[in-house]
């Protein structure tokens, strides 16, 4: 197994994956709520924190909350470590495409919410 060795004066790349990691994982989250805003009436006037902005303020509220919750977390479990870039890229692609479809007007429909 080969050891990566890091001069005293490099930094871990921990933080800015776990950075990464945590945006990722808000959008996905973003868009699972936005659907169910969308899908359940009662979870969405729940949502409007903001009478002017509606449901979207709560959507972004719990969006933010958990990008700064996972960034604390896994900045934590991270701070001195390398962890490897690719599988993180990969996941966070992935989480990125979970967060745009659930955003995504058409994607409501398949569950029958009318315009």
Partial sequence: ME???RNSSEKPNGPAV???L?????FALLGVVTTLAEVFGGFGAWLAFSGRV???SGE????IAAYFVSWLGLGLLW???DPPLLPVAVVSA??????LLGTFPPFFRLFGVAE
């Avoid at 945590?22 to 808000?26: M, N, R, V, Y």
């Avoid at 972004?60 to 969006?63: F, G, S």
């Fill in 18 to 20: 776990a950075a990464i």
């Fill in 79 to 81: 701070r001195r470590s």
């Fill in 94 to 99: 992935v989480l990125i495409a979970v967060g």
């Fill in 60 to 63: 972004t509220t719990i969006a």
């Fill in 22 to 26: 945590a945006a990722a994982l808000a």
């Fill in 54 to 56: 509606g449901m979207l």
């Fill in 3 to 5: 050891t990566i060795t």
